[in-house]
Each structure stands twice: as C-alpha cells, then as structure tokens.
C-alpha cells in the first residue's frame, strides 16, 4: 500500500492538470472569439423643415428718474403690443416678461446718475411664416422711435423624436454594408451584431460639416440636416 500512495498522488496531480488545462483552452477559445470581432462606423442623413419659430425682442428705456424711466417704458410697452396685434400676433403666441430695473451708475463711488428699464418679450408659435413675416416687419418699431432690440430668429423642430428610429435603423445598415464591404476583401463574413454605440445627433444647415462631440442644433435656419452616426460592432465568421 505505501509503494501505491506514490503512484496515486501522482494520478491525482496528472488528472488534475488535465482538468485545469482543459478550463485555460476553453477560456483561451471564448476569448478569441470574443476578439473575432470588427468594429465599423455607420451614418445616416435626412432633410428637414422646421415647423416652431421663436423671436425674443426687448424694449428698454433710460432716465434720471425711475419714474421718468418707467413713464416712457410703459408709452413704448403699448406702441409694442399694438404692432404685434396689427400684425397677427395671437394671445397665446406670447409672453411678456416683467420688468428688470437696474441702477445706472459712473465714478469710483458707483454714483446712481439714471434707471435702465427693461421689458422683455417673445413670440413662439407653429406659424412659422407668419412669425418671420412679423419679425422682418419690426423695424417699423424703430422708424416710430421705440429702443427696439431683437435676437435673431430661431427655427426649431417639433418632430425629431419621431426620425430618430429610423435615422438610427439606416445608420446600422450602412455601418453592416461598410463591414460587409470590408471583410469580403480577407475572404470573412459579417456575423451576429455584438454592440451599437450610438453618438448625438446633429442638426445642422444643410450641407454644413459643423461637429460636435455633445451634438449640434443648428437654429439659424429654417431647412436643416439631421445626421445620425453609430459605431456599430459585428461578430466575424
């Protein structure tokens, strides 16, 4: 029995090398396949028309006296409101804000010489038209005297929501065609999909090459390119 206990310890190590062995090839196979894999960029592109506009303007007066101030304000506050009525300006189209008042002020002791008043308006509707219309016209505003000042129009859309599948589904299809494309040339073929990295949109001017890693939205102009890019990973066989 003790010549045997050599030789039995000995089994016992050799068969468990062989199932430890057996475990590193399995593990070596499942991680070169999880390698065997190729990873392509995908985009898609589509033409749209934006269908909300947005127009912020403000009108400010300034005097020595908060009350003079005021005064010529709530004159130039009417003048306003009467232009956007006469021009179509619909009730729930916009808003007005209260009015910021600040302290006018000169010297090394910060010297109250005056009052600034400030409203501030803004028009937002689906009439995109009609909003442009309104916007072009406002310079009648300043040939009537009113302190009129406007930011540029602003187009957006309402209905990105409802490409995004769609971009997204052609982007992956053009990534597996560029893949296809690229293994043939080896003799491989495309497999499985393993992973999809999916990066912001950008909304841009058409034909504009403006990128960014956090997404654009272009809102300077009325017709834009919405562009949807994947890196898309696919199994190789």
Request: proline share 3%; net charge positive.
């Amino acid at each position: 029995m003790r010549q045997r206990l050599p030789l039995l310890i000995g089994l016992t190590l050799l068969a468990i090398a062989i199932v430890v062995g057996s475990y590193e090839i399995a593990d070596g196979i499942r991680n070169r396949n999880q390698n065997n894999v190729i990873t392509v960029t995908g985009s898609a592109k589509q033409d749209i028309v934006s269908d909300y506009a947005i127009w912020d303007f403000s009108v400010a007066s300034q005097s020595a006296s908060a009350a003079e101030a005021a005064k010529a304000l709530e004159t130039w506050t009417a003048q306003t409101n009467a232009f956007l009525k006469s021009h179509g300006v619909q009730a729930g189209e916009l808003t007005v804000q209260p009015i910021a008042t600040s302290a006018v002020t000169q010297g090394a002791n910060n010297k109250v010489v005056g009052f600034q008043l400030t409203r501030s308006f803004e028009v937002r509707s689906g009439r995109v038209g009609a909003v442009a219309a309104i916007a072009e016209a406002s310079s009648q505003l300043l040939k009537d005297g009113v302190p009129f000042s406007a930011q540029p129009l602003q187009y957006v859309s309402t209905k990105l929501g409802s490409i995004r599948a769609g971009l997204l589904a052609r982007a992956v299809r053009d990534a597996q065609d560029r893949a296809k494309v690229l293994t043939a040339a080896t003799g491989g073929k495309v497999g499985a999909l393993r992973g999809v990295d999916v990066s912001p949109f950008q909304v841009t001017s058409p034909n504009s090459t403006e990128v960014s890693d956090y997404g654009v939205y272009d809102t300077s102009t009325l017709r834009k390119e919405v562009t949807a890019v994947v890196n898309v990973t696919f199994a190789l066989s």
